[in-house]
């Protein structure tokens, strides 16, 4: 009878997740699918816990109260700007628990067969997925250099470290009995872990992270094999293959191809924004943007990391209102990088309660700024620079762009010249019809809707 529950509950998990990632993919439905997915793992884990047989219950509470204690301060603690870091700590923990759970199963029940196939495939996944998320964490963290850490015939040694793990993990297919092989497998593949981050400059970090993501999903997919549970086979592959997914929608948004990102060493563009500091730009107070906003029909606004930097989300949803009452037509132009990660600009304006139906994704609005009285870009610099478009020997030379510059007017709300991520100058600055508004994103904001409120009750 529990073993029917049992499977009921898995049957609604498995499909709860399938609807929340397809929930997920819009943000006027991603709410629901956030929600749908944590009604699927709970349904999971009760749906587990029913199974009296393979479950030690004094092991879970300890279990729960020692990942609380770790989870809860982390979720709080870490600004939005570190999701990304806290999101690779949490795939190096998820990873370790698969290996562990296979390294237990190993020493427990020596299994035979495809079993073991799928339980060395975890083991390895999962071991190399720890270390190297760990890594990740560290550069985005800055605890670690961000640079690529390179050196002669590294190609060549990664690959024969990975040959040579595989080979004990065949080894172990074929005589599992001869328990000696694991802890070398195991610390081969931790060492691999390490040492296929290390090249990888901090820039690429985030695709880096999608794709160990996807390992993860696929340790936990071998794991489902190795344990016969097929929850986590469906949940694994789900994880795996979105991952992978949205690692190669990371790579085309960023214009570098898969094999670059992890075999390239690549990560750190040359700064070049010395030589550009001393050419002359235009800068205009609170009040000048102020008065060419509300002369406007039709407002595009471009937000992007310094955005998130400076919380301004609210501040832009209180200049969304006051202009939409006063019959401007304002939208949102979403560029697939723009900030940190992955919908970093969705979540944020969500946040703030912008209509969905405002935000735009770049190749839908891309023809939309010639027709734009102005385009407000509000700390958001790579994602808006026309060298991707004219200039063959930029960095980002072949990255789509938001045709900011196709605008009548652009305005830039940025603190200084400096450069953004990709750390290169930005002709869109120099134009003449470009207007610089210097200052901290929620700061010029603030001083904008001030100065818009002040002209309806002059
Ligand atoms: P960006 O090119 O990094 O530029 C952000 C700008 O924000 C900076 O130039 C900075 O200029 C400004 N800024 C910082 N703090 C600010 C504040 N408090 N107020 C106002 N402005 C502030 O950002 P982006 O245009 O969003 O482009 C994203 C970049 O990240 C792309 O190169 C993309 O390839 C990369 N990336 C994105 C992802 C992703 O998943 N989204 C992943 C990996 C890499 P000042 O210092 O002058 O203020």
Redesign the pocket.
């Known amino acids: 009878m529990t073993g029917h529950i049992v499977q009921l509950f898995y049957l609604v998990a498995a499909a709860s997740f399938i609807l929340s990632l397809k929930w997920m993919s819009a943000p006027a439905t991603a709410r629901r699918g956030i929600l749908v997915g944590e009604l699927g793992m709970l349904l999971a884990i009760v749906g587990t816990l029913l199974r009296h047989e393979v479950v030690s219950y004094q092991g879970i509470l300890v279990a729960f109260f020692l990942g609380s204690a770790i989870g809860v301060p982390l979720a709080y603690l870490m600004p939005m700007t570190a999701v990304p870091q806290r999101t690779a700590l949490s795939h190096a923990f998820g990873a370790l628990a698969a290996a562990l759970i296979g390294a237990a199963e190993y020493y427990k029940h020596t299994p035979h067969g495809l079993v073991m196939v799928a339980l060395a495939a975890e083991t390895l996944l999962g071991f190399l997925t720890f270390t190297g998320s760990l890594m990740a964490f560290g550069k985005l963290q800055e605890i670690l250099p961000t640079r690529p850490i390179t050196y002669r015939h590294q190609n060549v040694l990664n690959l024969s470290l990975l040959g040579l793990a595989v080979a004990f993990g065949v080894a172990l297919v074929l005589r599992p009995e001869q328990t000696w092989m694991f802890p070398i497998f195991s610390a081969l593949a931790l060492i691999f872990g390490v040492l296929l981050i290390v090249p990888i400059g901090g820039?690429d970090m985030?695709?880096v992270i999608a794709l160990l993501n996807s390992y993860a999903g696929l340790s936990a997919a071998a794991m489902g094999f190795a344990l016969d549970n097929k929850l986590l086979i469906i949940a694994g592959t789900l994880d795996g293959s979105s991952g992978f997914i949205l690692s190669i929608i990371?790579c085309r948004?960023?214009n570098r191809s898969f094999t670059n990102v992890l075999f390239g060493a690549f990560g750190q563009a040359q700064t070049t924004h010395e030589q550009a500091a001393q050419r002359p730009v235009r800068s205009a107070t609170p009040e000048d943007a102020a008065s060419i906003l509300d002369s406007a029909r039709m407002v595009i606004v471009v937000p992007?990391?310094?955005m998130a930097?400076?919380q301004?989300q609210h501040k832009l949803r209180e200049l969304y209102d006051s202009l939409t009452k006063r019959g401007v037509d304002v939208r949102f132009a979403i560029?697939p990088?723009?900030?940190?990660?992955?919908g970093?600009m969705n979540v944020l304006l969500a946040e703030a309660d912008i209509p969905y139906d405002k935000l735009f994704e770049m190749d839908d609005i891309n023809s939309d700024f010639a027709q734009a009285d102005v385009a407000l870009v509000v700390?958001?610099?790579?994602?808006?620079n026309p060298a991707a478009r004219n200039d063959s020997s930029s960095p980002?030379y072949g990255?789509p762009i938001l045709n900011v510059d196709k605008a009548r007017t652009v305005m830039v709300?940025?603190?200084?010249?400096?450069?953004?991520?990709?750390g290169i100058d930005n002709e869109l600055y120099y134009m003449e019809k470009t207007l610089m508004l210097f200052g901290?994103?929620?700061g010029f904001l603030t001083s904008i809707v001030k100065e818009i409120g002040a002209s309806v009750h002059a």
């Open positions: 820039a985030p695709t990371m948004a960023m992007g990391y310094g930097v400076a301004a560029h990088v723009a900030g940190r990660m992955p970093h700390g958001a610099n790579d994602v808006t980002i990255m709300i940025k603190r200084s010249l400096s450069p953004g991520f990709a901290d994103a929620k």
